[in-house]
T-cell receptor, first 111, second 116 residues
Framework: EDKVVQSPLSLVVHEGDTVTLNCSYEVTNFRSLLWYKQEKKAPTFLFMLTSSGIEKKSGRLSSILDKKELFSILNITATQTGDSAVYLCASLPPNDYKLSFGAGTTVTVRA | GAGVSQTPSNKVTEKGKYVELRCDPISGHTALYWYRQSLGQGPEFLIYFQGTGAADDSGLPNDRFFAVRPEGSVSTLKIQRTERGDSAVYLC??????????????FGPGTRLLVL
C-alpha cells in the first residue's frame, strides 16, 4: 500500500525563522509529488514536482524532490504569521488520479 | 467561476438523517474529485468523475454514499442514514482534463459535516 509520511507533525517558530518540512514516500508507482498549504479547510496548491534535483521556487517557498531517496522537502524562509497552516504533501501515480496524502505538518509562526 | 466552490460550508445533522453536499468546479474543468478529511489526517480519495460519469468510485466507504454529476459540471455528494463516523471535512477538487498522473487538482474550501 502506498505510504506518504510527513515530519515533523508540528512545529512552532518565530517570525523570520526558516522552516524545513519533510515528506517521504513509499509508493509502488510514482510520477509526481505535490505540496499544498491548508488554512482552515481549503488546500491551496503550492508545487508539483516530477523531476529529481530541480528546485521549484515561489517567493519565500521552495521545494525539491529526491527520487533516489524517495523524499521531498519544502522550505519556507523569513517566515511570517501568514505562513501558519497545515502543509500537506501527496504522491500521484503515473497512470492514476488519486492523490495519496500524508497527515500533514502543522506550522505555527509566532509574532 | 474563479475557483472551486462548495456549499454548505458547515452542516450539522442528526444521526440517521440524509445530507447533500454540493460542489461547483472551476469552469471548463472536466475532471472532478471528492475527498474526505478526518481530523488530523490528510484527505482520502472517495470518487472521481470524468464528465458526467463516475469513472472510479472505489473510495466510497459503503453504499450509504453516492455522488452524481448529471450535467458534467456541478456535483452532489449524498449520504444516507448518516452516522457519527461520517463527521469529517468533505473536499471537492477539479482538474482540467483528468489526464492521468499529470494534472494539478485544485481544491474547494470543503464542507465540514458534523453528525450528532
Amino acid at each position: 500500500e502506498d505510504k506518504v509520511v510527513q515530519s515533523p507533525l508540528s512545529l512552532v517558530v518565530h517570525e523570520g525563522d526558516t522552516v524545513t518540512l519533510n515528506c517521504s514516500y513509499e509508493v509502488t508507482n510514482f510520477r509526481s509529488l505535490l505540496w499544498y498549504k491548508q488554512e482552515k479547510k481549503a488546500p491551496t496548491f503550492l508545487f508539483m514536482l516530477t523531476s529529481s534535483g530541480i528546485e521549484k521556487k515561489s517567493g519565500r517557498l521552495s521545494s525539491i524532490l529526491d527520487k533516489k531517496e524517495l523524499f521531498s522537502i519544502l522550505n519556507i524562509t523569513a517566515t511570517q504569521t501568514g505562513d501558519s497552516a497545515v502543509y500537506l504533501c501527496a504522491s500521484l501515480p503515473p497512470n492514476d488520479y488519486k492523490l495519496s496524502f500524508g497527515a500533514g505538518t502543522t506550522v505555527t509562526v509566532r509574532a | 467561476g474563479a475557483g472551486v466552490s462548495q456549499t454548505p460550508s458547515n452542516k450539522v445533522t442528526e444521526k440517521g438523517k440524509y445530507v447533500e453536499l454540493r460542489c461547483d468546479p472551476i469552469s471548463g474543468h472536466t475532471a472532478l474529485y471528492w475527498y474526505r478529511q478526518s481530523l488530523g489526517q490528510g484527505p482520502e480519495f472517495l470518487i472521481y468523475f470524468q464528465g458526467t460519469g463516475a469513472a472510479d468510485d472505489s473510495g466510497l466507504p459503503n453504499d450509504r454514499f453516492f455522488a452524481v454529476r448529471p450535467e458534467g459540471s456541478v456535483s452532489t455528494l449524498k449520504i444516507q442514514r448518516t452516522e457519527r463516523g461520517d463527521s469529517a471535512v468533505y473536499l471537492c477538487a477539479s482538474s482540467l482534463t483528468g489526464r492521468l498522473g499529470q494534472e494539478t487538482q485544485y481544491f474547494g474550501p470543503g464542507t465540514r459535516l458534523l453528525v450528532l
